[in-house]
């Protein structure tokens, strides 16, 4: 069982930035990915970007390319998600998830945090 805590969400104009964290505790982290979800009101969960604790590959969903980065602090056992270029349509309830590496489907994350919401207006 792994817990995560993420913070840093917050209200943003378009064009801002916001960088969101994942606190992991409990289990070995090097056999797991991290990956980042978003759910915005009356939509389905979609998935943001991912990284493998082991090896550090990225992956990340078509909407966010080239705008969101993911990385890593092994030390902290912390997952970042450095948004940059925020667009009202990143407007949702951010959550992070540990699952088996290269994994970018909900189903396959087995542990998840509580959210932290991310308003970006225009």
């Known amino acids: 069982q792994v817990q995560l805590v993420e913070s840093g969400g917050g209200l943003v104009q378009a064009g801002g930035s916001l960088r969101l964290s994942c606190a992991a505790s409990?289990?070995?982290?090097?056999?797991?990915?991290m990956g980042w979800f978003r759910q915005a009101p009356g939509k389905e969960r979609e998935f943001v970007s991912a990284i493998n604790w082991s090896g550090g590959g990225t992956y990340y969903g078509d909407s966010v390319k080239g705008r969101f980065t993911i990385s890593r602090d092994n030390a902290k056992n912390t997952v970042y998600l450095q948004m940059n270029s925020l667009k009202p349509e990143d407007t949702a309830v951010y959550y992070c998830?540990?699952?088996?590496?290269?994994?970018?489907?909900?189903?396959?994350?087995?542990?998840w945090g509580q959210g932290t919401q991310v308003t970006v207006s225009s």
């Open positions: 409990g289990r070995t982290l090097s056999t797991y990915a």
């Open positions: 998830a540990a699952g088996p590496p290269g994994a970018t489907r909900s189903y396959e994350y087995y542990n």
